[in-house]
């Protein structure tokens, strides 16, 4: 637990659950209000075929996924936990200018 207190920079063990509950309620919400959205924009796997439809249901999530985790992450009292680990994944895919 130490190592990974030191490494994500918090102080306390509940910080550690508020965490980790943070990314599962986030994982969960967006594949939960994934596939209403998909339905709703009417794209289905008969409209934009097998491959197409879960390649923009991943897209579709991934967006989703980013932005509920800060959301969820200020909810629970860590946002600054979880706009710094969306600044970083940001950077890792190329997106740099979006976070400086």
């Not at 289905?44 to 999530?61: A, D, Q």
């Not at 629970?76 to 970083?88: C, D, I, L, R, S």
Request: net charge positive; charged share 20%; glycine share 8%.
């Amino acid at each position: 637990m130490e190592k990974l207190k030191e490494r994500w920079g918090i102080e306390q063990n509940w910080e550690i659950i508020m965490i980790l509950i943070v990314f599962t309620v986030t994982g969960s919400t967006a594949s939960f209000i994934g596939k209403p959205i998909l339905h709703y924009l009417n794209i289905t796997s008969e409209s934009f075929g097998s491959l197409g439809y879960w390649v923009t249901r991943i897209v579709l999530l991934f967006i989703m996924y980013q932005f509920m985790l800060v959301f969820f992450g200020w909810l629970f009292g860590q946002h600054k936990f979880f706009w710094n680990f969306e600044k970083k994944m940001l950077r890792r895919i190329g997106l740099k200018r979006l976070v400086d």
